[in-house]
Every structure is written in structure tokens, then in C-alpha cells.
């Protein structure tokens, strides 16, 4: 067998674990990353005509050499070399069912220290996206608009503060658990949302939603006593359950309403109600469990309005926000009159520059018949759109008011 196919299997499939391994080692993300590159280069010269019976092990193996030749040849790696100690003993490291669960903690040991406070928000999630999900800083790049230099010396400056801050490669104390659980999952919410609510099906998005899943799932199978974990893994599931009707083929918003429900992944909504079941029992609902259950109700026909308008009460009570009374709003006119949703919208500030604030006062003024005033809400919104799917969307409003009129 050649040495290519086999390395880029053990690559794809243990990439993270082996970083995970070899950063808790070696307690540098960039060694860690450039030891692991030069144990595959060597695999490609030493596997032709004799691959190992345990290709990870090997690679772990030859990545912490390469390490250590890397620091020797610095002339910087004496007290380095005292702090490793002896190797790790990898070289009969097995990798089946029975020890998936010390290479998962590693794995959620790398998620926390990815996601550590002490580095900015963009920070995290770049690390985590090219850490954890394996995306490269071009790709990084593309997805949040940001030239690949700069996201570059931001990935460098984040792994600088973990090696120089001393930063533990560990999952926290659980006293700590709370704090730190709460911005692990808010990390992997932003980076699903990025792909989400991006414009088109640029496969970058698609593939930001399907890491960010993974992640949430990782959490959530390797702390199954976290409702919240549960939670957001049972919320991203049920979101992206709807990818595929959310767009026609030309790339025009389809409303949640009007969406073909036949083209919703029942397989992803049925795992989702599972996880959010499970996440319920453990009695303790927090956001991301309320906002899985109104996603899991909007599934349903006829649509609980009623239901999900108490749920984003609920919600308000626990993160309050103006855009989740914005959304409470919309539930409310769904569930009673428009004019009570009005009512609730004219009450909420700090949202005049967010588009879908004046979509949805729209929405409700052109359903009262108050067609001018929806007119110029519609206006408004679409001039702080900036996809073109919305701004599309919201020019085929003006339009259907403008026939309307005319009649």
C-alpha cells in the first residue's frame, strides 16, 4: 500500500487529536502545528512499501522528535527539554473504541484552551476554526472578510498568548465549568451563525454550520450532564435541518412559511428533538434549550405561535435583548393581532440600524393596511441590508405594495 492514502486517512480523521496530544505536551500551538507538518512530511519518504501498523502512533511519535529537534536547534529548548520529561508513550498508542474517550477529553482540553477568556472573541474563533475544525487561514479568512495577513497575525497572536500566559491545556476546574462552558458554546454558536446567515452557498459557509455541529456534538457527547450543550447541539441540528428550502434555486429568500417542508432533513430534526429531550430532563433550561424548543416548534403544523410567544418571554426574562423582543414581537402578532405586535416593536430601542427591526414593522404595518408608513419601513430596511438575497427580497415588497396601490 502507498503512504498517500494512508496519511491523508490518518490526517483527516485524527488531525485534531493528534494536535490535541501534542500541544498538551508541548504546550506551544505553533510547535505543536509545524511538528505534526514535519512528521507527515517525513511519513510520505519512510511509508512507501512500509506503512505501520499504527499510523497515528507513528506520527505522534515522530511530530514530538521533530519537536525536539526544533527546539535544540533554537538554543532555546533547555528548560523546554526539563519540562518535557520523558516521551509520551505513543508509540503503542491505541486509537479503537476503548480509548476514544481520553482522546475525546484531549480533544475538549484543546476546545477550552482555544476558547480560553483571556483572548478576544475573533480570536477564539479563529483559533478554534484552524485548531479544532482544521479550516485553513485562507479559508478563515474568506469567511469573515478579512485579508488572509491579517487573519494570519491574529491566529499567531492567540497562540503566542496561550505559550507565554502559560495557559493550561486542560478542561477547567468545576467550579469554572459554568463560565467557561458558556463561552466554549457562545464560540461555536458565532461560528455556526457565520456560516448561516452568510448570502449565497458558498461551500465555505456550508462548511463553517457542518463544523460548527461537530463541535456542539463534541461537547455535548463528552459532557452529557450539560443541558446547555444539549441544548445548542439540539439548536444548530434543527437550524440547518432547514438549509437546503431557505433559498430557491436562483438564490431568493424563501420565508420559514413558505419553505418546502419536504426538503427539511427529518433525520436532523429527529436527532435534535433527542438531544433537546435529554437536555429537558436534566431540569435546568437555559437559552439555548428555549431557543432549540421554539425551533422545534416551528417544525410543526399548525405553528404554536401562542407557545413560541411565551418561550421568547421566557427567553427576554433570562438574556435580555432588543433583538430577542423583536422576535417576541413577531410571535406576538402571529399569535394575537398585528397591532399588539406593533405595539411591542414602537417599544424597542437600539435596533435602527438593523435591518430586520424594520422589515418586520413592516411586515405588521402593510398587514394593517398602513401602506405608506410600510412603504418607508421597507425602504429603510432595504438600505441597511447589505446581502443582495435581502436586499432582492425586500425590493419585491416595495413592489407588491406599489401593484397593490395601483389598483
Sequence with gaps: MTAAPVLQTAYREHRTRMLAALVRVLGDFQLAEDALQDACALALRKWDGAVPDDPVAWLLTAARNSAVDRLRRARRGREKLAELGPPPEVTTMDVGEDRLPGLGDERLSLIFTCCHPALAEDARVALTLQAVAGLTAAQ??????VGETTLAQRLVRAKRKIRDAGIGFAVPADHLLPERLSGVLTVVYLIFTQGYTADGDRPEYRLLQQEAIRLAKLVATLM???PEALGLAAL?????SRSSARYTDGGDVVLLEDQDRT???RAGIAEAVGLLD????LGAPGPYQLQATIAVLHTQSPTDWAGIAGLYDRLLELTPSPVVALNHAVAVAMATTPADGLALVDRIDGLDRYHLFHAARADLLRRLGRTTEAAAAYRRAH???TKPADRRYLTGRLQALDTAESR
Design 278 to 281: 435529554r437536555a429537558l430532563r
Design 263 to 265: 426538503r427539511w432533513d
Design 236 to 240: 444548530l441540528l434543527l437550524q440547518d
Design 140 to 145: 478563515i479568512a474568506r469567511t469573515f472578510l
Design 224 to 226: 452529557p450532564d450539560e
Design 383 to 385: 438600505d441597511l441590508a
